[in-house]
């Protein structure tokens, strides 16, 4: 399917743009995406479908001591999100075309987020679609261990049985994090929870909103293994 983003355009990635084909293989180890940047000592904040870079957009402006980094697996959201990047000559985000979930779990280091946003999320409404759903068992335990102590998991949609499947997991995952309200970002416009593409979308539509903090929890040594950086 084609959105016709780019109406007819050329898109140029520049260095804003890192397909998965770039990584180093899995087999490899940890990836640290910290070192995309010119200063990787910067706060790390990761974005689960990126989609357009609307986000990433409004808020690295308003952050430029942190550095965000998108993943996308819809190339041509990619691409787009890429180019709209370069053209705003931004330091301080990238944008990776490749299965976040796969990349959380498989290859980023302890640690290193002090936010992972998940916002307007596929919900994969059909029952024998669930386990596509970005937030499983398995993904919070895997975000719980890339999240530094206090890290924060963000979560917004508009679908209301997804917005269940939150709270279920949110209640079985109390020994991980911590649920709070959710703080709206400064990028947000008026009367919005977050401001992306998709929300403003669904806003005309009606719909109403749902939001989310899960606060990393710590534990006791030991009982969060994983990929080291």
């Known amino acids: 399917m084609s959105f016709g983003l780019n109406r007819g355009k050329p898109l140029d990635l520049g260095r804003h743009g890192i397909d998965r084909s770039d990584l180093p293989p899995i087999e490899h180890g940890a990836w640290d995406p910290r070192m995309l940047f010119d200063d990787p000592s910067r706060s790390f904040e ?44 931004f330091a301080n985000v ?6 976040a979930t796969e990349v ?13 946003h998940l916002y ?21 335990e895997a975000i719980h261990r890339v999240l530094e102590p ?3 998991l963000r979560l ?20 991980l994090f911590e649920r709070t309200e959710f703080a709206t970002p400064e990028s947000a416009g008026e009367g919005e929870v977050v401001g992306t593409n998709f929300e403003r979308k669904f806003r005309r539509e009606g719909r109403p909103f749902h939001a989310m903090t899960l606060r990393r929890r710590d534990l006791a040594a030991g009982t969060s293994a994983g990929l080291e950086a």
């Not at 986000?55 to 709209?84: C, K, M, S």
């Not at 990238?94 to 299965?99: E, G, I, M, S």
């Open 94 to 99: 990238r944008v990776l075309h490749d299965d």
């Open 156 to 175: 917004v949609t508009d679908h209301v049985e997804l917005w269940a499947w939150y709270e279920e997991h949110a209640v079985r995952h109390a020994h």
């Open 46 to 89: 990761l974005e689960i479908g990126s989609g357009k870079g609307t986000f990433l957009v409004q808020q690295a402006e308003l952050q430029p001591d942190t550095n965000f980094l998108g993943i996308e697996w819809a190339g041509e959201f990619f691409r787009y999100a890429a180019d709209r990047l370069r053209r705003r000559s």
């Open 120 to 140: 307007f999320s596929d919900p994969w409404p059909k029952s024998r679609h669930h386990k596509r759903r970005v937030v499983q068992d398995a993904t919070l």
């Open 150 to 152: 206090d890290g924060e």
């Open 104 to 116: 959380v779990t498989h290859r980023l280091p302890m640690g290193i987020c002090g936010v992972v």
